[in-house]
């Protein structure tokens, strides 16, 4: 089944250490999206992707970093992790076509920091 | 700017109907979904909508009123395993979608 798939589901990190955070799609969308969501919290959204061209939210903090190689794969790059980073990260995608809002989310991936 | 109100938490029993009302303030908006969420788990879709009025998906409907910036997620003959939170998504921009800070639904017995 097309999905979109994160990896690990659970990741543990030191504080400081660098971590990476994966997600691939066999959905072919061209939209993709990180989003970090804390307990009881909404979702807020760190970057997206619309086909390469990468943007930024403005209160995204410096730490968070992003790569899209290609269609398929998309990755969060957390620098030097701190205590607040601790949090569920997730992937979306969509379709680019305005009548297709509707977002395909993986499963997340809980990091912890120590 | 984007912004989404809709009430923290909301209580029910089974087989009653609950409505979750949002509000949205949101530059170029063009749509409002619906997102189911478990605890530990991802959100899941629900509903969209572009349109005025109200779309129907078996136990659950999704209305809105884009003259007054609303909409309302309807849920009927609750069942214990709808205890979720729900989000409104308001989309404007460029694929830009919104969140609303969430509902929790608890449901009773």
């Known amino acids: 089944d097309a999905m979109v798939i994160q990896n690990p589901r659970y990741q543990v990190t030191q504080f400081g250490k660098p971590v990476t955070l994966s997600c691939s799609q066999t959905?072919?969308?061209?939209?993709m999206y990180w989003y970090q969501q804390k307990s009881s919290q909404a979702p807020k959204l760190l970057f997206h992707y619309y086909d390469k061209d990468f943007n930024n939210e403005a209160d995204t903090p410096d730490n968070f970093q992003s790569r899209r190689p290609n269609t398929s794969f998309c990755f969060l790059d957390i620098r030097s992790p701190g205590l607040g980073d601790a949090a569920m990260y997730l992937c979306?995608?969509?379709?680019?076509?305005?009548?297709?809002?509707?977002?395909?989310f993986g499963s997340g991936t809980q990091l912890s920091v120590l | 700017g984007q912004s989404l109100e809709q009430p923290s938490e909301v209580t029910a029993v089974e087989g009653a109907i609950v409505q979750i009302n949002c509000t949205y303030q949101t530059s170029g908006f063009y749509g409002l979904s619906w997102y189911q969420q478990h605890d530990g788990g991802a959100p899941t879709f629900l509903s969209y909508n572009a349109l005025d009025g109200l779309e129907e998906t078996g136990r659950f409907s999704s209305f809105l009123s884009r003259s007054d910036s609303y909409g309302y997620l309807l849920l009927q003959e609750l069942q214990m395993k709808d205890s979720a939170s729900y989000f409104c998504v308001s989309w404007g921009g460029s694929y830009i979608p919104t969140f609303g800070r969430g509902t929790s639904l608890i449901v009773h017995p």
């Open positions: 979306a995608t969509s379709g680019s076509a305005t009548g297709n809002e509707k977002l395909f």
């Open positions: 959905l072919n969308h061209n939209v």
